[in-house]
């Protein structure tokens, strides 16, 4: 028996060791204060696979996908696999009713090995090159969005029968949040504008080739987003520019992707999109909105990766060494990072930490985590709270990295990358296994193969 269990009435004054709107919805401590998640210690994880070991809650995954399809019970839900994709997440989103979303022949191939029908997946992309469009018809994806004229161009000459299509617009919304992307507005890579006629001219030149199949419009406004009202807003644009199609053509669009970026929280305080919020959002959006261009409603698509994988995730790391500069900060330096986890340089993200393998009630010190590459940049969590006895050895676990961890993972220093392990109701079982130095020398051609003798 714990302590917090012989004497109830401390838990009001002890501090909380998980924020269940970050951690993993099975995380839970034992009997020994160690953390759990899927009814497994992560300390046992951490001697099994060692570390940094990816650990995903296949209980969550499967969870936040169900969360998606009840209150958007009249939209597909598509998952976006670029946040995470192996055969086994591939056929978790399948069997939960969901197409995936893919934007290479890489992510192509994990769905389509994990068994989802080609029919349901999305292919995606801002510079698709000739071969990865015509891997795409090969195995006949459900639809390509384009993202430009050049690749409807290269896709109306490669198709041999009929392709369904949609264009990617930039609708010129602006999100503005606390750690939000923008990717609506005109100024970025991604998409055709509304405006100066670049969308228009992409759907002429759609329409002109026979053999694709123009079936709607896609948008993504970015990421990060916790207000509805802005997909709300999206829509109202989309549908009157739906209906300059039908006006200019006789086109009548019939799908509708307002793509994903639905924010999740990291650490507390961080705001979060409501599902439920977001499907009364579009709802009211496309009624009001089809009403007003006297337009028909189109079948509305969304396309959720992050949040249904971030907060499934948590990163297991040992504790290599605890150092304090003299009038400077303390650095609690662990055996990965930027190569497991490259968004704090990319972006600024922020963690939540806690140390796994034990409790300590003792008092708490502010550190910075340090990644073990050779980079001043190199943190996974900058000022955060740790107990002040953290020490070589520990097992610390960091949250909410389920999303864009896995599939950003690189080999800076030659490191080999993490494995990633699944659990779920006491059981383990690895997905992933860790990259070894075989593998990577595996690609190394040797100082004299390939060389070519000059005359």
């Known amino acids: 028996m714990t302590l917090l269990e012989m004497l ?41 696979f060692h570390t940094p070991t ?35 997440v591939a056929r978790w989103a399948r069997e939960e009713g969901l197409g995936v979303d893919v934007c290479s022949p890489g992510e192509l191939a994990t769905a389509l090995a994990g068994g989802v029908d080609p029919s349901r997946i999305i292919l995606h ?32 000459g490669l198709a041999r029968r009929r392709q369904r299509v949609l264009v990617r617009v930039t609708p010129d919304i602006d999100v503005h949040g606390h750690r939000a992307v923008t990717t609506g507005i005109s100024d970025q890579k991604f998409g055709l504008t509304l405006a100066h006629d670049q969308a228009a001219d992409a759907v002429k030149r759609v329409l002109a080739h026979p053999i694709l199949d123009l079936i709607g419009l896609h948008c993504h ?59 009364a959002a579009v709802e009211d959006a496309l009624d009001e909105a089809c009403a007003a261009e006297h337009f028909p409603r189109p079948a509305l698509v969304v396309e959720p990766g992050r949040a249904i994988s971030a907060r499934a ?22 055996d990965g990072g930027m190569s497991d986890n490259p968004r704090v340089s990319l972006y600024g993200a922020r963690y939540t930490v806690a140390l796994a393998n034990r409790h300590s009630a003792g008092p708490r010190q502010r550190v910075t985590v340090a990644g073990r590459h050779c980079e001043a940049g ?3 969590a900058r000022d955060i709270e740790l107990p ?27 490191v080999g990358r993490p494995p990633l392990v699944a659990v779920k109701d006491g059981r383990i079982r690895q997905l992933v296994r860790r990259e070894t130095i075989a593998d990577l020398l595996a690609r190394d051609c040797g100082p004299h193969q390939g060389m070519v003798a000059q005359e």
């Open 125 to 156: 992309g801002n510079a698709k090159t000739p071969e990865e469009l015509r891997a795409a018809v090969t195995v006949g994806v459900g639809r390509i969005v384009v993202d430009s004229c050049m690749e409807i161009a290269y896709l109306a």
């Open 221 to 279: 406004i970015g990421s990060q987003v916790s207000d509805p009202g802005l997909y709300a807003e999206a829509i109202h644009r989309l549908i009157a520019a739906m209906a300059d199609i039908r006006a200019h053509h006789g086109v009548i669009l019939t799908e509708l992707n307002i793509g994903g970026g639905h924010a999740v929280p990291y650490a507390q305080g961080d705001a979060s999109l409501d599902v439920a919020a977001l499907a």
């Open 54 to 88: 990816y650990v995903i809650d296949e209980t969550d995954f499967r969870r936040r996908a169900r969360g998606y399809r009840k209150p958007l019970r009249d939209a597909e839900v598509v998952y976006a696999g670029k946040s995470l994709l192996t055969t086994a």
């Open 313 to 334: 995730g948590v990163t297991l790391y040992r504790v290599c060494s605890v150092k304090s500069q003299p009038g400077g900060r303390t650095f609690v330096a662990v």
């Open 378 to 380: 190199d943190e996974i």
């Open 8 to 48: 109830p009435s401390i838990r009001h004054v002890a501090p909380r060791r998980f924020d269940p709107a970050i951690w993993p919805m099975t995380t839970r401590t034992d009997e020994e204060g160690r953390l759990c998640v899927g009814g497994v210690a992560l300390a046992d994880l951490a001697d099994e």
């Open 388 to 414: 002040a006895d953290v020490h070589p050895g520990d097992l610390l676990a960091v949250a909410g990295t389920g999303a864009y961890h896995h599939s950003m993972a690189s080999n800076y220093n030659m």
